[in-house]
């Protein structure tokens, strides 16, 4: 298999709920994200993994929690969700780095909807 | 002061006719410049890099205006398959290359 995959490409989740969210690259990138697109607004960058330490946080709640045990795998973890994280949520990949040419492979995302 | 902006539209044009799209950026220290397309329900796929010179790809032509901070892409002789969500990318060295997303301009081809 080849390029981004996330898992599941829908998730509806009650507000006690826990579930994650898995990504995977086969591309052989070094770094890893997770957006959150929601309806009129920008991708907002969740986390960054480079080199599987995380770099950037960008102030996101602790309900959402990552997890990158490996350069091809990256996970969101999300408990006790509000109805405003329903979104669009998007896994990316790059390279990094020396001979890095730019440019992020997306997922297919995970359509989150909490009830 | 966004990191980048971008005309939401929508943008409506007959198939055939040329289309422009602007996006603005903040941070002239800004290195690499991307368009993404992203059709409906679907992620965002790369479309073209923007280099300094100008490139094109078919029908589609991008440039980058460093000293105004702006990139443009146009479209011309437009498909129908051409109505998406066109994202300006711009990375910026000051946070280690991240990507800015601006939030997309919509275009529909009409019959």
């Known amino acids: 298999e080849t390029g981004v995959t996330q898992t599941p490409r829908h998730l509806v989740m009650g507000m006690t709920n826990k579930k994650s969210l898995k990504c995977e690259q086969h591309l052989g990138h070094n770094a890893m994200y997770w957006y959150k697109q929601s309806a009129k607004k920008p991708l907002e960058l969740m986390f960054v993994?480079?080199?599987?330490?995380?770099?950037e946080n960008n102030s996101v709640p602790s309900r959402f929690s990552p997890e990158c045990p490996n350069s091809s795998h990256l996970f969101l973890h999300l408990h006790t969700l509000q109805p405003e994280d329903s979104a669009l949520y998007l896994c990316?990949?790059?390279?990094?780095?020396?001979?890095?040419?730019?440019?992020?492979?997306f997922g297919s995302g995970t359509r989150l909807t909490v009830v | 002061r966004k990191e980048v902006e971008q005309d939401p539209g929508p943008f409506n044009v007959p198939e055939g006719a040329t289309v422009a799209f602007n996006c603005t950026y903040s941070n002239s220290a800004s290195q690499s410049f991307f368009w993404y397309r992203q059709d409906c329900r679907k992620e965002p796929k790369l479309l073209m890099s923007v280099y300094s010179s100008g490139n094109e790809d078919g029908r589609f032509t991008a440039q980058l205006n460093r000293a105004s901070q702006y990139i443009s892409l146009l479209i011309r002789d437009s498909k129908l398959s051409d109505s998406a969500t066109y994202l300006c990318?711009?990375?910026?060295?000051?946070?280690?290359?991240?990507?800015?997303f601006g939030t997309g301009t919509s275009l529909t081809v009409i019959p």
């Open positions: 993994y480079s080199l599987e330490e995380r770099v």
């Open positions: 990316a990949s790059s390279h990094v780095g020396t001979g890095a040419s730019g440019g992020y492979t």
């Open positions: 990318v711009v990375t910026s060295p000051n946070t280690g290359n991240q990507f800015y």
